[in-house]
């Protein structure tokens, strides 16, 4: 089990590791930060360890800023002396909420909560991967669309696709001809259908087909800038954080 812990008073930190030690042996403390900014940074630059333990008040901060800078998709611990935060911070992966002085057999607690957690998803990951593999080995993308039209129907041909868009949760088709047609579909259903070798979601409102790129270009803070054919309603930007995924598609 990694552990980072994220606190800004030394002998707490101190403690905090000597008892996740006593609770398990095994346990590996990957850093102790003790600032947002800190926190940020290693995030950032660092594979996520298993388990955060996280103080709410820091040196330069609420916590809960950190994640508005950074995704963190991993389980946290809350340990704080205040305890009006603790609405706030089951929204975002939170295990538990405890308050200091931190007790041994309530973080025992915690770390069990933790582990059968972590079981689940482990199992649940393995499923995951094998219908992955499946889907990999006998693909069956889908090849065209059945729109309602006027007093009847038409079909859309996958590969006359620009790309998708979602606006105000309704899902548009965009085609190479610069044409529009709402369509009954999510944009992560579409993304489950469509061959990934082809379309890319690029964000939460784009999923781009390959041949509708026509540039692409730096854009602040590590992010990228796409540009359409045809062109599209909005600025299209890719994450740092995907960025590099982005590139591995194109050069696959």
Known sequence: MNVLIIEDEKL????LQKILLEIDSHTEIVATLDTIADSVQWLRSNPHPNLILMDVRLADGICFEIFSKVEITVPVIFTTAYDEYALRAFKVN???YLLKPIDIDELRGSISKF???HTQKISSGTIEEVVAIIKKQNPNYRSRFLI???DGYKTIMVPDIAYFYSENKITNIVTRDAKEQAV????DELEEQLDPAIFFRANR???INIKSLESIHNY???KLKLILVPAAAADIHISKEKASQFKKWLDS
Do not use: E
Not at 12 to 15: G, K, L, P
Not at 184 to 187: G, K, R
């Open 94 to 96: 939170s295990i538990d």
């Open 205 to 207: 409102q784009y999923l």
């Open 12 to 15: 707490n930190a101190i403690r």
């Open 220 to 222: 602040f803070n590590g």
């Open 184 to 187: 009954s579909y999510t944009m």
């Open 115 to 117: 582990k059968q957690q």
């Open 148 to 150: 309602p039209y006027r």
